[in-house]
Every structure is written in C-alpha cells, then in structure tokens.
Nanobody
Framework: QVQLVESGGALVQPGGSLRLSCAASGPIFSINAMGWSRQAPGKQRELVAVITRSGSTNTADSVKGRFTISRDNVKNMVYLQMSSLKPEDTAVYYC???????????????WGQGTQVTVSL
C-alpha cells in the first residue's frame, strides 16, 4: 500500500519560515506530479503548488514568491519551502502524488494525512 507522510508543520511567528516534507513509500514504480494543498478551518481545500516529474512547477497566486515546491525523485519526496509566512497561511497542509504502481497501468492519486501549520504571535 502506498503511503504519504508529511512532516515539518509547526507554530511559527508571522514573517517566519518553515520547510514541509512529504515521503512516499510502498510499491512505487514511478511518481508523476506531486503537490501540496491546504485547508484552513471553515474553508475548502486549495491547491498551493504542484511539480511535475521533470521539475516544472505551478504555484498559487496567494503564495507566489513566498513558497517554493521541490522534489527528490530518488527518495520519492516532495518539499514545500515557505517563507514570509502570514496568519492567513494557517492551515493543515496535505501532499499528494500521482503514482504508477509496479505491475499496474495508469496512475493513482494518493494523499497524506496532513501536517498543521499555524502562523501566530
């Protein structure tokens, strides 16, 4: 079974920085797109950033210039470097991966359980 596990969430002051990590494990042949989304209390989940296997990225306007997504294809990991954090960045952050399994055609979308980021004094 494929598992995605996020880490790095914390309480941070406005203007601070955090780096989130997400590790994918299991019977993975390859991973296509990977991404980060977030969900604040009472709000819908929103896509924050996505990265293709080749490294092309797309970032939401709300975090552009502050957040950077990257990945390690050897370790099956994706990262989100967050800087100049604002209180409105407070949310549970989820990673997802489009995985091709050994012995399977097509890709399957897997999600992690989330990690809490709180930006507050």
């Amino acid at each position: 079974q494929v598992q995605l596990v996020e880490s790095g969430g914390a309480l941070v002051q406005p203007g601070g920085s955090l780096r989130l990590s997400c590790a994918a494990s299991g019977p993975i042949f390859s991973i296509n797109a990977m991404g980060w989304s977030r969900q604040a209390p009472g709000k819908q989940r929103e896509l924050v950033a996505v990265i293709t296997r080749s490294g092309s990225t797309n970032t939401a306007d709300s975090v552009k210039g502050r957040f950077t997504i990257s990945r390690d294809n050897v370790k099956n990991m994706v990262y989100l470097q967050m800087s100049s954090l604002k209180p409105e960045d407070t949310a549970v952050y989820y990673c997802n991966a489009d995985v091709v399994l050994f012995g399977s055609r097509g890709e399957h979308d897997y999600w992690g359980q989330g990690t809490q980021v709180t930006v507050s004094l």
